[in-house]
């Protein structure tokens, strides 16, 4: 990594967020998996660790050196310094015309500009006139209904009739949850039995990624012991891809585990596996 003694003067000028749980990338492969995943390159890109990070009138070179979080990257500064930033927010900083504290808008051509405070006051505006317009009527005054004059002729409409009539709302039957399982922090290893390849929609990039949902899955704790936790996703990256992996089949690997939910029945994110064998 090149040093540039101009963004090494600037280093007071960031306020670090320090990564209480760093992993580090294991291999250039595990680094194009994630940079994948969060969308800083695409599949043709050539993998890059290094990017910029921008404050408020200065920029410094960085680099990209593991996550502390499934949505926060950890940088390394040229000074040694380490820092959390959200992924998304470390890809609009490589943009051209990103500002620090300035919101972007894109128009159709790509073209961002920056957001104008001048429409909150449009806004209050149309509000009023829409209140103005708004009437609320007052409701009809009630009729009183007629009530059964000939004898043993019962009013149903009249709720004084039925006082002593008891009714009891039906008992809602009530869903036992999980009990919340304790992670190891540490990497583990596991076996896992493949139930199903599929996709999730990444709000971020606006795509789908692949990803693959297990059962059976079966922690091995330091102390010997053996967790089962049921069901866990992964990202489906390029170093699973090459295992040609079919529905059905067992596999064993060493991986971090995230309490990270796919949907109510997989809570459970397996986060880089790796030394993956099929069984």
Not at 226 to 250: H, V
Request: charged residues 35%; proline residues 5%; negative net charge.
């Amino acid at each position: 990594m090149k040093t540039d003694l101009p963004h090494l003067e600037e280093s007071q000028l960031t306020p670090y967020i320090r990564p209480s749980d760093l992993t580090r990338f294991e291999s250039e492969e595990e680094l194009r998996d994630k940079a994948l995943e969060w969308g800083l390159i695409n599949e043709k890109a050539k993998t890059k660790d290094e990017y910029w990070y921008k404050g408020k009138g200065y920029k410094r070179l960085c680099k990209l050196v593991g996550y502390d979080h499934p949505l926060t990257c950890v940088v390394e500064f040229q000074d040694g310094n380490l820092h959390n930033v959200h992924y998304a927010y470390l890809k609009e900083m490589q943009a051209a015309s990103f500002s620090a504290g300035v919101k972007v808008i894109s128009d159709d051509n790509g073209e961002g500009e920056p957001d104008s405070d001048e429409s909150g006051d449009d806004t209050d505006d149309r509000a009023k006139v829409d209140a103005e317009q708004l009437e609320v009527s007052s409701p009809p005054a009630a009729v009183p209904k007629p009530k059964a004059t000939m004898p043993g002729v019962v009013d149903i409409s009249d709720p004084e009739n039925f006082t002593g009539m008891e009714t009891k709302p039906a008992k809602a039957t009530k869903k036992e949850k999980k009990p919340k399982i304790n992670l190891p922090e540490d990497k583990v290893a596991a076996t896992a039995t493949i139930e199903e390849f599929t996709t999730k929609y990444n709000h971020f990039n606006e795509t789908e990624d692949e990803i693959i949902v297990y059962k059976d899955v079966v922690l091995t704790l330091a102390n010997g012991e053996e967790l089962a936790i049921e069901s866990a996703w992964s990202s489906n990256s390029n170093t699973l891809k090459k295992l040609e992996l079919e529905l059905g089949g067992q596999i064993s690997f060493e991986a971090k585990f995230a309490d990270r939910k796919l949907n109510k029945e997989v809570r459970y994110k397996i986060n880089n596996p790796s030394k993956i064998k099929k069984l």
